[in-house]
């Protein structure tokens, strides 16, 4: 027995905010299928840059030079 039926688990799921991970060298597809993206260089997050503020350009330099800052 289900604790939720499906017809309602998908309104259980969405107002959690439920998050995904996404690692792809296409940034097109990560623009469009995220909130926020973490750029990580050799194994440590070095930015955090909203992906409304983000273009390809800015996440690449984040991503080659450790960071914005």
Known sequence: ???VP???EHDTVVPLDPA???ISPYLPDVLALS???LVANRG???EEIKATEAP???IMYAAV???LA
């Open 1 to 3: 027995m289900r604790a």
């Open 6 to 8: 499906p017809a309602r």
């Open 20 to 22: 995904a991970v996404v």
């Open 35 to 37: 909130d926020r993206i």
């Open 44 to 46: 440590k997050i070095v």
């Open 56 to 58: 390809e350009q800015q």
């Open 65 to 67: 030079h450790e960071g």
